[in-house]
Structures are given as C-alpha cells and as structure tokens.
C-alpha cells in the first residue's frame, strides 16, 4: 500500500497570453503523505493558487501527470474528475464563498446532499461538525450574521463534511485579523489531524507554516 496520497509529477503549466508563453510552473515534483500536513509558500504570483488548482483538478496541466491515492488522473474525463473532487477533495479559499440565502448549516449540508445523502443526515452530520468548530449556536444564522472568522469556520466545515483524504486550502486566513487567523488555523490543523485528513496549505504566515509537518517553497515555478 501507498504511504502517498497526492503526487504531482513532472507538472509544467503555461499560458499564451498575447505573444507571450507565460511558463508558471516548470516541472514540479511533490509527493504528500497519508495524514501530513504540509505548508506552501511563495511570493505573490508565484503559482501556488495553479498548483494547488491543478492538484485538485480544477485545471489540467499542459504537462505531467497528478496521482491521487495511486491513480492517474491526467486523462481521466471530466465526469471521473469531478467524481474524485465531490469524494476525495476538500477546497478552501481566502474567501468563504457561502451561499448567503443559506444559513451555516445548509452551506455544509450542501456537499453531502450532492453527493447523494439524505437532507436529514446531511444536517446531523453537518450540526455535528459545526458543533466541533465551536459554532454549535450559530447553525441558523446565515453568513452576514457570522463574523469573518466563523464564515471561515463555515468554509472548513463545508469543505471537511465528505471526509476527504485530500485538504487544499489556499490562503484559508489571509482575510482574517492575526488573531482570528490563528485561531481558525488551529482549528484547521486539529480537525484535519483527527480525521486523518491530508493537507496542502498555501500561506504567507510564517508562524503558521512552522505549526505545520514539513515546508515547500515555490520559487521560479519549481519547488524548493
């Protein structure tokens, strides 16, 4: 058995923008392991959102191939790919991104209903969850009556619901104050190591990255 749950091999991505190639990635190789959580840093602009969107394929790259608990995703059809995200992948972004017409607990109920649940245990296993991060009085309020650090904490949820082997989560606090950051950091980190979940967090906070198992930098579209 695999002790990796993600690698990326040999990815190259580069975009034609005019009559400029423009290479973002250069050939990356990474491999995350069963139950790590590892940091991604790199200065603005420096790939890590098209890594970490290639990795969850979201986006396909021009070249090299993505493994995922040991299949080859790069040529399966968008049916199979869309299948492994909804499953096997959990997203987490700067910005929540909550339906604002739903209350906290239908945004996670959400992803299990898509996925063939039933609305009455999609919303047991989503009050528990919530309850988890702290927000089990704030299930009915709907995002504009959270504050940013539990929207966040809504976002995590939403993303950890499926129980997915794989976590990305890119720049999950960087809308957030220093202190609230930290706290839905550490929050992040001790749900994901519960569960067993993998995960892949890109930041510019350093004192979260040293929180983290292990660090890689993106540097000139390659990893350091």
């Known amino acids: 058995m695999t002790e990796s749950i993600l690698e990326l091999q040999d990815i190259h991505r580069h975009f ?26 790199g ?6 959102s098209t890594l970490l969107q290639i ?16 299949a080859a995703c790069g040529k ?40 063939g649940l039933s609305k ?14 702290g927000l089990g009085a704030r299930v009915d309020h709907r995002p504009s009556e959270l504050s940013g650090g539990e929207q966040q904490r809504v976002a995590i949820a939403r993303a950890l619901i499926n129980k997915p082997k794989i976590l990305l989560a890119d ?13 839905v950091m550490n929050e992040l980190l001790r749900l994901s190591r519960e569960e067993g979940i993998s995960a892949l967090v890109a930041t510019h ?14 540097h000139n579209g390659l990893l350091e």
């Open 120 to 133: 009455s245990e999609a919303a047991k296993h989503a009050e528990a969850l919530l309850t988890k991060l």
């Open 76 to 115: 399966l059809s968008d049916r199979k790919r869309t299948r492994i995200r909804r499953h096997d992948v959990g997203f987490i972004y700067q910005f929540h991104h909550l339906l604002p017409e739903f209350n906290a607990l239908e945004n996670v109920m959400l992803p299990q209903i898509v996925a």
């Open 43 to 48: 200065a603005s602009g420096s790939g890590k």
């Open 16 to 41: 034609i923008q005019g009559d400029k190639d423009l290479h973002i990635l250069r050939g990356v190789n990474f491999t995350l392991k069963k139950s790590e959580v590892v940091t991604l840093v």
């Open 55 to 70: 990795a969850g394929l979201l986006d396909h790259a021009s070249s090299g191939e993505v493994v995922i608990d040991g």
């Open 205 to 218: 906070n350093k004192d979260l990255a040293r929180k983290m198992d292990r660090c890689v930098t993106l």
């Open 171 to 183: 720049e999950p606090t960087g809308n957030l104050d220093e202190m609230t950051g930290n706290g």
